[in-house]
Each structure stands twice: as C-alpha cells, then as structure tokens.
C-alpha cells in the first residue's frame, strides 16, 4: 500500500495530541492527521479539575462554548489539611478568569475528537506505532503502524509524540527520561444520592500513608483518589476495595462526610504516576507533547491543563519549523524545562509541610528524595 505523506503527523489522540492538531489548524497548517493506537477515548478516566486559567487556552483554540455547553460541573475552589489536621480554604471567587471545572473526562475527551473531525482534520484509530525510521534532512519520518488490516505506513516532515507517559516515539529516537519519583494513584468514582455531597470544593487531605482527593463531578458522582508509595500499596493491599474503603473510612474529612451515605462503588483503577521529564523533549523534526514530554505529580492538578498549553507552544515551534524555515526547538525545550522545575520545587515545598508522621514511608520517602532525578529507559 502507498505510504500517506502528511505535514505533520500526531501519535496519539488524548487531550495534548488533539490541542496539538486544533492549533495547527489554527495556525494553517491543515495538512496532519493523528493516529491512535485505540478504538476510542478511554472509558476509565475518572474525575479531573481544571483551573480559572484554562478558559484562556480554549478560547485560543475555539473551544470555549463549546466546553461551556457541554455539561461540566463548576468548581469554586479548594480546601485541603495538609500539614495539620484542619481543613484551609481556597476559593476562585477574587479569580478574574472565573470558576475552575470538575470535568467529565471521557466527555472532554470526545469533545476534542469531535471538534477535530469537524475541523477536517483526519484522525485513524487503532493504529499503534511499530517502527521509525529517519528521512533525509527535512523530510523527516517514516511511520509504520500496526493497524487492525494490517500494516499501515505514513511519512510525516514533522512528528508530535502525545503517546502519554510510555513515549513511544520519543523512545524509539533515543530520549530517554529523568525519573524523580513515583507514585499510586488509585482511584475509583462513587454514585451518590442528590445533595450527599454538596461541595462545589475540591478537597485534599493527607493521612499517614499518603493522601487523599475528592471532587465532584457531573451526574451526582464522587471521584476519589488516594495517592501512595508502591511498597505501601502493595504492604496494605490498597488496590482491593476492600483495602482502599478501610483507608478512606481511616480519614479525618472525607471518610466522615460519605459515613452515613450507601457509596455506589466504580471500578478501582490503579496508575502508577511516575513524576518525571524526557531528558530532550524534541528534536530535529519532532517534538513531545503532555505526558509523553513531562509527568507532573497529581498533587497539583495541572495535568490537562499543561497538556493543552504543551500542545499550543508545540504547535507554534511546528508552524515556525514548516512556513518559516525557523528553528524553535530550544524554546520549547527551555519551557519544558522551567515548567518542570518549577513543579518539583513547588511539589517539594508542598510535601516538606507535612510533619505529621515522622515516621511514615510515605513522607520520609517524599522528603528524602534526590530531586536530581534517574535517568530511565521510558
């Protein structure tokens, strides 16, 4: 079969793969196409927060009715008790962009798919990575795929790796990461009767082995999530239900507020989140978007929104690249960079508060790390 030759070629579908190809678009280039090597967009996803800010980003890419109609739950800010057993607040009421958003993630989701499509902008499914091979110098990629008839082949000038955490193309071209930590995060999503809990808050709080998040979000459900140590998920068997309902009944505000409410469980999911940066997030004729450029800790709730932000920037190093013969890439690497210092120290500073349990693994392990990072394979 004849190779298909695009512009720009985008591996991956999520959020920073699709903000990427909308801001291409945007910008003129209309001559990409993204491949996904699943069916559709994940149904495991549970609740996320966006911020005041994030209105910015959609606006930028023509996305703001869009999102406002689409049925997401307005958040107005945050409490947490974190370095002490009572709870401190947070609220968007003096924020300029306005409210935050609990988000329905598979909806967003298929709202960007849907935007995209609408936009002419081709996206092939099932289609998962299986070879890279160099072109001369500006022509970039060849792309072979596995795909569900068989062997399918792209040649693309430019390359945006949004694979999520695994990297796939940025492996395959030799940029390994820097890991600086690693994390559980499990998480399931409870139905709940109208008015269980009516808190338009999200709410964090740390217990000795870790931490725990709670948000609302659209359709009367809760998404709750603990964040741990692999040695201690595995020690007090965290990934059964069983394990996890005894450690959010063991919490000083979130167990309390649910104790009296019949929880409709979700399926548990478990993620290994490992905080981490690819060592070069881009290079001659491709560049790393999301996840697959840098993991940022939960902590702080700006997963979505950096990987919206990753793919404007991304998108406008790629325009300067292909209509302007301008090369970009060591800004987009410095931004990379500086967002994910900027992350550890914060994160650092946040997790050096909590004295409660000198004891624990959990925080001694957090402030005994080396935030220098190890390099690793993915």
């Given at each position: 079969?004849?190779?298909?030759?695009?512009?720009?070629?985008?591996?991956?579908?999520?959020?920073?793969?699709?903000?990427?190809?909308?801001?291409?678009?945007?910008?003129?280039?209309?001559?990409?196409?993204?491949?996904?090597?699943?069916?559709?967009?994940?149904?495991?996803?549970?609740?996320?927060?966006?911020?005041?800010?994030?209105?910015?980003?959609?606006?930028?890419?023509?996305?703001?009715?869009?999102?406002?109609?689409?049925?997401?739950?307005?958040?107005?800010?945050?409490?947490?008790?974190?370095?002490?057993?009572?709870?401190?607040?947070?609220?968007?009421?003096?924020?300029?962009?306005?409210?935050?958003?609990?988000?329905?993630?598979?909806?967003?989701?298929?709202?960007?798919?849907?935007?995209?499509?609408?936009?002419?902008?081709?996206?092939?499914?099932?289609?998962?990575?299986?070879?890279?091979?160099?072109?001369?110098?500006?022509?970039?990629?060849?792309?072979?795929?596995?795909?569900?008839?068989?062997?399918?082949?792209?040649?693309?000038?430019?390359?945006?790796?949004?694979?999520?955490?695994?990297?796939?193309?940025?492996?395959?071209?030799?940029?390994?990461?820097?890991?600086?930590?690693?994390?559980?995060?499990?998480?399931?999503?409870?139905?709940?009767?109208?008015?269980?809990?009516?808190?338009?808050?999200?709410?964090?709080?740390?217990?000795?082995?870790?931490?725990?998040?709670?948000?609302?979000?659209?359709?009367?459900?809760?998404?709750?999530?603990?964040?741990?140590?692999?040695?201690?998920?595995?020690?007090?068997?965290?990934?059964?239900?069983?394990?996890?309902?005894?450690?959010?009944?063991?919490?000083r505000h979130?167990?309390?507020?649910l104790a009296?409410?019949?929880?409709?469980?979700?399926?548990l999911v478990?993620?290994?989140?490992?905080?981490?940066?690819?060592?070069?997030?881009?290079?001659?004729?491709?560049?790393?978007?999301?996840?697959?450029?840098?993991?940022?800790?939960?902590?702080?709730?700006?997963?979505?929104?950096?990987?919206?932000?990753?793919?404007?920037?991304?998108?406008?190093?790629?325009?300067?690249?292909?209509?302007?013969?301008?090369?970009?890439?060591?800004?987009?690497?410095?931004?990379?960079?500086?967002?994910?210092?900027?992350?550890?120290?914060?994160?650092?500073?946040?997790?050096?508060?909590?004295?409660?349990?000198?004891?624990?693994?959990?925080?001694?392990?957090?402030?005994?790390?080396?935030?220098?990072?190890?390099?690793?394979?993915?």
């Open positions: 079969m004849k190779p298909e030759a695009f512009d720009v070629a985008i591996l991956g579908a999520g959020v920073a793969g699709c903000a990427t190809a909308l801001a291409l678009h945007a910008a003129g280039i209309d001559d990409i196409a993204l491949f996904d090597a699943g069916a559709s967009v994940r149904s495991d996803w549970v609740g996320e927060s966006l911020p005041p800010d994030v209105s910015g980003l959609l606006k930028a890419l023509d996305l703001w009715d869009l999102f406002q109609a689409d049925g997401h739950e307005p958040c107005l800010g945050s409490c947490a008790a974190w370095g002490g057993p009572d709870l401190g607040y947070n609220d968007f009421l003096s924020n300029m962009s306005g409210c935050g958003w609990h988000i329905h993630r598979p909806r967003f989701d298929r709202l960007l798919r849907r935007t995209v499509a609408a936009r002419g902008i081709p996206l092939r499914t099932c289609h998962r990575l299986a070879g890279v091979e160099a072109l001369a110098l500006e022509e970039g990629f060849q792309l072979r795929f596995s795909a569900e008839n068989g062997e399918r082949i792209a040649i693309a000038r430019h390359v945006v790796d949004a694979t999520g955490p695994r990297g796939a193309f940025a492996r395959s071209v030799g940029s390994p990461s820097v890991r600086y930590d690693l994390l559980v995060f499990l998480t399931a999503t409870v139905a709940l009767a109208d008015g269980a809990w009516p808190s338009r808050l999200t709410m964090t709080e740390t217990v000795e082995d870790g931490w725990w998040y709670a948000a609302a979000i659209p359709g009367n459900r809760l998404s709750l999530a603990f964040a741990t140590d692999p040695k201690i998920s595995r020690k007090r068997r965290l990934d059964r239900p069983g394990g996890w309902l005894k450690s959010l009944a063991a919490t979130i167990g309390p507020r009296d409410t019949p929880l409709g469980l979700g399926p478990v993620r290994a989140v490992p905080v981490s940066a690819r060592e070069r997030p881009c290079g001659a004729g491709w560049t790393a978007v999301g996840d697959a450029a840098a993991i940022f800790d939960p902590l702080g709730s700006e997963g979505l929104y950096k990987a919206i932000e990753d793919g404007i920037r991304a998108a406008e190093a790629i325009h300067a690249s292909l209509r302007h013969h301008e090369d970009r890439s060591d800004d987009y690497a410095r931004r990379i960079a500086a967002n994910t210092q900027d992350h550890l120290a914060l994160r650092q500073h946040f997790y050096a508060l909590e004295r409660q349990w000198p004891e624990s693994l959990f925080w001694t392990n957090r402030l005994s790390k080396d935030w220098g990072g190890s390099r690793v394979a993915n």
